[in-house]
């Protein structure tokens, strides 16, 4: 990195940061405890262009490398987590579309998936169906030469009431082998056929909304089928979901380092016999392990982001990252409160 990008990061970081201090840290609490989906809030985030970080400059994106994208949901998580959610599904299905969609369906839809005037995820969960993306039941036939009908649940889908687009992975053919083979993935807007059936409560992470949604004989045109042809799509979901799990890792140490911010403040005022507890080899020792989960989280996440940015394959290191920075952030937040 140049000394010019690094100063194009900062700027990009400061802006986010006075973003949150400004229009997110106030209302936090209150939207979190509540449940309520921050769509002023949004509005900002459309502003600041969070959601084209990822995408290519030619479409109006930012065209924000990995690693830099990292650190803007390190920040954000630090503050809300959940505003992280709302836009990394959406990045999910834009790197779908700007990896392997055809040349029409990137200038319809990504220049409009830049400003978030477009919003959406990335839909793959069904009630019977999780990690084992090759078992999902959603199928789409074809219904002339010209549109596909899609029938079929998806559930736990992220922006999936306020959304209005999302990348739906289906199967085109059932009885291909292997399954993959008869698997695409389409572009599906609210219409007729496509109804959110409920909203899905959490214990956490709120805010973000959560939701089932169904399709009953949904027509969807031809040129919706993401790069055009059939049988790609488990390969085109799986290639977006590596940003998704750098994502995922950065707001997990996005969380650690707020624990942690929040224990060494709260260990140099509070006192124990005579003194602040900071100065207790104890609270030393578990602010030392803290430190190192954040910072090997970092790291991880780091070079994830890094060989993702080489256009290499990374979705081992993402896994990794995605697990260790997990554990880092419920670990060191349990160690913030005790």
């Known amino acids: 990195m140049t000394n010019a990008d690094t100063e194009q990061e900062q700027l990009i970081l400061d ?3 006075r973003f949150l201090d400004r229009e997110v840290k106030p209302h936090v609490h209150a939207l979190e ?6 769509a002023e809030i949004v509005e900002g985030m459309k502003a600041l262009g969070l959601f084209g970080a990822t995408i290519g400059a030619d479409y109006g994106g930012l065209g924000l490398p990995a690693a830099t994208y990292a650190k803007i949901v390190e920040r954000v998580s630090s503050v809300w987590m959940s505003l992280a959610g709302i836009f990394n599904s959406h990045l999910i299905m834009a790197a779908a579309v700007e990896r392997f969609g055809t040349p029409a369906q990137k200038e319809q839809f990504l220049p409009r998936f830049a400003t978030g005037e477009l919003r959406g995820g990335l839909a793959l969960t069904e009630p019977d169906c999780g990690t084992d993306l090759q078992a999902i039941r959603m199928t789409a036939r074809r219904h002339g030469n010209q549109s596909y009908v899609i029938n079929g649940t998806k559930t736990w889908i992220s922006n999936g009431i306020y959304g209005q687009i999302f990348a739906l992975l289906v199967k085109t053919d059932p009885n291909a082998q292997p399954r993959h083979r008869g698997m695409s993935l389409f572009l599906a807007e609210k219409g007729p056929g496509f109804t959110v059936s409920k909203k899905l409560e959490k214990l956490g992470y709120k805010g973000l909304d959560s939701a089932e949604l169904v399709f009953s004989d949904y027509e969807v045109s031809a040129d919706r089928l993401i790069g055009g042809q059939e049988g790609r799509g488990l390969q085109h979901a799986l290639s977006g979901l590596e940003l998704g ?16 911010d929040e224990a060494i403040s709260y260990s140099q005022i509070r006192k124990t016999f005579g003194k602040p507890i900071c100065e207790h080899q104890a609270i030393q020792l578990k602010l030392a392990d803290m430190a190192t989960q954040v910072e090997a989280a970092r790291l991880l996440v780091e070079s994830a982001a890094r060989i993702y940015d080489r256009g290499e394959r990374c979705d081992m290191e993402a896994g ?10 419920i670990n060191c937040s349990m160690e913030s409160m005790r």
């Open 320 to 329: 990794m990252a995605k697990l260790f920075a997990s554990e880092a952030a």
């Open 33 to 38: 405890h509540d449940d309520i989906y921050p």
């Open 245 to 260: 799990r750098i994502n995922v890792a950065a707001r997990g140490v996005g969380v650690a380092k707020a624990a942690l």
């Open 15 to 17: 802006s986010v940061g």
